[in-house]
T-cell receptor
Framework: DVKVTQSSRYLVKRTGEKVFLECVQD?????MFWYRQDPGLGLRLIYF???????EKGDIPEGYSVSREKKERFSLILESASTNQTSMYLC??????????????FGPGTRLTVT | AQKVTQAQTEISVVEKEDVTLDCVYE???????LFWYKQPPSGELVFLIR??????QNEISGRYSWNFQKSTSSFNFTITASQVVDSAVYFC????????????????FGQGTILTVHP
């Protein structure tokens, strides 16, 4: 069974703080993804990574950065948290592009509130 | 650019009713994959089904069935004899099979449909 874990289920931070969201997967997947989920907007891709130290911007990368130093771990960083980054953050992983139809496996999400 | 539309924001049914969740997609590519995910109150998205664009055969899995119609760009999901445990947010998503560049496995999601099944 694929397991994707996220470091926190709930997080409350203050405006301007630097925030780290951690994601770990145990299935040796090459691809990892960070999404944010907002009511009425579905899931929107922030960043993804297709290999260690490799990353690509998604649809809404502004205000975020990522780090992937090890294959199993993908971190999302909010350099200076703002209230409009209050959201549910979901991490996912999948097999690589050569397996084009492979589904993504999701973690339980981190509900971040920025006050 | 791809787009997935789930026009039904919320659906409320009584247990044992059948319910259909609509999904309409837009893409210029001819080769793609369609997915349905379920998000129960616990928050974790659960994969339900994958369909590739060349396979228009409908699929049934227990109380779940999917109707893929390329002619109308729709991939609808029906739950037969709904149960309270089916209450969740359901997402439809699309992925291109031959995305160029570094679009590795990028999914485009619909807005989600909140399904509430009352006892």
């Amino acid at each position: 069974d694929v397991k994707v874990t996220q470091s926190s289920r709930y997080l409350v931070k203050r405006t301007g703080e630097k925030v780290f969201l951690e994601c770990v997967q145990d299935m040796d997947h090459e691809n990892m993804f960070w999404y944010r989920q907002d009511p009425g907007l579905g899931l929107r891709l922030i960043y993804f990574s297709y290999d260690v130290k490799m990353k690509e911007k998604g649809d809404i990368p502004e205000g975020y950065s990522v780090s992937r130093e090890k294959k199993e771990r993908f971190s999302l960083i909010l350099e200076s948290a703002s209230t409009n980054q209050t959201s549910m953050y979901l991490c996912a992983s999948s097999l690589p592009r050569t397996g084009q139809g492979y589904e993504q496996y999701f973690g339980p999400g981190t509900r971040l509130t920025v006050t | 650019a791809q787009k997935v539309t789930q026009a039904q924001t919320e659906i409320s049914v009584v247990e044992k009713e059948d319910v259909t969740l609509d999904c309409v997609y837009e893409t210029r590519d001819t080769t793609y994959y369609l997915f349905w995910y379920k998000q129960p109150p616990s928050g974790e998205l659960v994969f339900l089904i994958r369909r590739n664009s060349f396979d228009e055969q409908n699929e049934i899995s227990g109380r779940y069935s999917w109707n893929f119609q390329k002619s109308t760009s729709s991939f609808n999901f029906t739950i037969t004899a709904s149960q309270v445990v089916d209450s969740a947010v359901y997402f439809c998503a699309l992925r291109l099979a031959n995305a160029g560049g570094t679009s590795y496995g990028k999914l485009t999601f619909g807005q989600g449909t909140i399904l509430t099944v009352h006892p």
